[in-house]
């Protein structure tokens, strides 16, 4: 039995850990959260110089080769310190896409920049307050162009390449393609939107005749291709979770400790340490089940649809319940904006949303157990 | 049983009705009509709103009319907020001051302070705080630092305050101090009356995880006070503030502008799961079933204490169960309400997003009010301990003196 990370991996974890730790304190969170840039770019940059971008991009072009396991374990520690940069969006999403399903030209051209760190990629999906499905895609690709607006684009501002989902025609899930779109071709504009977490840069993207290709060029499987893109995605981001509940639990432990009330440590009521086992065990359970995930997206194992859902809803699960529960053990001092509460509770939001709500993949899930039965 | 009023009540019933749709707008007819924003103004409409209100007798109804009050009964206040409720007023800037801080002067203060305060408060022309909660004693508020130490005719008093509604705009508060260290904490604390305008005392906002600041913190610099500013005997404070918190039990709460299982129904149609629309969904129906229980059970939970109220009965602890469910319904309806806008859910935006914003606004102040006003685990404890009796919890500190009790750092 062999459910664990190798020592070079846990080596690996260790110095983004210290690293982070050193150069991305809640304070760079805040500052974030509270102005005008984007993303923390000495943070990018450091990470860009200790080679995290290229992990788990091929040699043949300008990565290190590794995999998912080595990813995991940086989105783990990302997630710990709720580091505001567009690592995901690069790296899970943009990266991986066109690992996954691009040409070898597309691959050529996007993927040295993206694992070079010097360009910025991202996936545009939603198309506003709703859920997006095959039939309700209205951003179009015909004639080479893309036409429509996307809504929320994370990263979106910052991007030189954005994956799009498209409706090139068709009926069912055929009717969805990926476009690969350059930012700087022309026809692509970005407005910021409000969201409920301001340390994580979120636009509307408008394309008009933005020139595009198809990902892969066959069309019709866009689809199909987003499933296994965000799959991959939705293990990635239970790391991140992980790492966030945990960081959320030892502050909460951490004030339970320090906190008196009526003469005593409130980490001396049954209420609060109950709440923190509860959290605990919350963060347990998705801890292995990202650990489940993290084996099946590396080894392409045919349980990798399961194993994704059930790694994001465990979660977003733990991670939105840590953070709730952190600021409630806090107090009133809990709930102030100079707090650091703050930024686990809209985190863990903002990562229990960013590729699809829990129902969503519960849906998903029970979908792929029935099939799984029926056979 | 019936939602009747008797005969008595549906007259006032209708005579306030008629007052307020000659003095007011009905929320319904108030297409685009908002309440001031701007702090200064929502002031003087409130100003405005209460003098009106006093003129007419529907300024603090309970209240004996020699003090500027209705002389009604506590089934004509409740009518009479039932009905209000339906127009656009302002309302909150007197809640803490009438409902809080001046009966506890009138409970408690010399004829001088009640001669002084309570018609110009029931009037709206002067405005008032309460000052309770510290840093260092939110849910033990009787472990409160701030000192007040004689000196002659005066006290003299040092400390700060936390999360205090409205002292920045309010002209006088309501201290609960120390002043005597050596004995058990509830036996060493004194009321007092302040003026918030003194230069001895600084009021600095306190600004909230949803960027808001409706509170502060107020720091008292050798602020003096004389002795005729006190409310009760010195080492009466604990008992003067059971006074002042028994009154905020009265004051009815209800859900503001809160999104619930009507507008997760529109929602629920206007968006999908798995590409059918969620509506027909057997988990949303579940949980909007389940809310709409909650809800219902609430509102007809408050229907019975108005029935006791309106026999003349007290009303029985069931009321204590209300925020309990509410404060962790908002945040889980607020939540499951931006789960199903999928990645939309992110947006804060009242134009783009649905119920105008409602969900992620009530999922983000929901954390605050699962504190606020007794958290969600001293409710509990209350509930267990005052309604069915279970022992209370071992006391380290009830009879140590003060300073000697334990209160890290």
Known sequence: ?375 | MDFNDTPEEAAYRKQVRAWLDKNATRKADAKGMELPRDLDALIAESKAWQKKKADAGYACITWPKEWGGGGGTTIDNVIYSQEEANYLVPGGIFAIGLGMCIPTVMTWGPEEAKERFVRPAVRGEEIWCQLFSEPAGGSDVAGLRTRAEKDGDEWVINGQKVWTSGAHFCDYGILLTRTDPNVPKHKGLTMFWIDMKDPAVEVRPIKQMSGGSEFNEVFFTNLRVKDSQRLGKPGDGWKVALTTLMNERLAVGGSQGNADTDDLIELARDTTIAGEPAIRHGGVRERIADWYVQAQGLKFTRFRTLTALSKGETPGPESSISKIVAAKKMQDLGSFGMDLQDMGGVIRDRKLSPADGAYTEQWIGAAGYRIAGGTDEILRNIVAERVLGLPGEIRVDKDLPFNQAPKGK
């Open chain 1, 1 to 375: 039995m062999n459910l664990d990370f190798s020592d070079d991996q846990k080596m690996l974890k260790e110095q983004v850990r210290k690293f982070l730790a050193d150069k991305c304190p809640m304070s760079v969170t805040r500052r974030v959260l509270d102005g005008d840039e984007p993303y923390a770019k000495e943070v990018w940059k450091g990470l860009v110089d200790m080679g995290l971008t290229g992990t788990a991009i091929p040699e043949e072009f300008g990565g290190l080769g590794l995999g998912a396991l080595e990813l995991c374990v940086i989105a783990e520690e990302l997630g710990r310190a709720a580091a505001p940069v567009p690592f995901s969006s690069s790296i899970y999403l943009a990266a991986e896409a066109i690992k996954l399903f691009g040409t070898q030209k597309q691959k050529e051209t996007w993927l040295p920049k993206l694992a070079s760190g010097e360009m910025i990629g991202t996936v545009a999906i939603s198309e506003g307050t709703h859920a997006a499905h095959p039939r309700n895609i209205e951003t179009a690709f015909s004639g080479g162009k893309v036409n429509g607006a996307k809504q929320p684009v994370a990263d979106g501002g910052e991007a030189g390449v954005v994956v799009v989902a498209v409706n090139t025609g068709g009926s069912g899930e055929q009717a969805v393609s990926l476009a690969i779109v350059d930012t700087k071709a022309g026809g692509v504009s970005s407005e910021a939107v409000r969201t409920l977490d301001p340390s994580r840069e979120n636009v509307t993207m408008t394309f008009k005749d933005a020139p595009a290709e198809i990902l892969g060029d066959k069309q019709g499987e866009g689809w199909s291709q987003l499933s296994r893109i965000l799959d991959g995605a939705a293990v990635l981001f239970a790391f991140e979770q992980v790492g966030g509940t945990e960081a959320a639990l030892e502050m909460a432990r951490e004030y339970a400790l320090e906190r008196y009330a009526f003469g005593r440590q409130i980490g001396s009521y049954q209420a609060i340490k109950h709440k923190l086992a509860d959290i605990y065990v919350k963060k347990e359970l998705a801890k292995s089940n990202a650990y489940f995930g993290a084996m099946m997206l590396n080894d392409e194992g045919a349980e990798l649809p399961e194993a994704a859902a059930a790694s994001r809803i465990a979660g977003s699960d733990a991670y939105v319940f840590a953070a709730q529960e952190n600021v409630q053990t806090h107090g009133g001092i809990g709930y102030t904006w100079e707090s650091d509460c703050q930024f686990h509770y809209r985190r863990a939001k903002l990562l229990a949303l960013t590729i699809g709500a829990p129902i969503q993949w519960k849906e998903k899930l029970v979908s792929r157990l029935e099939a799984k039965n029926a056979a």
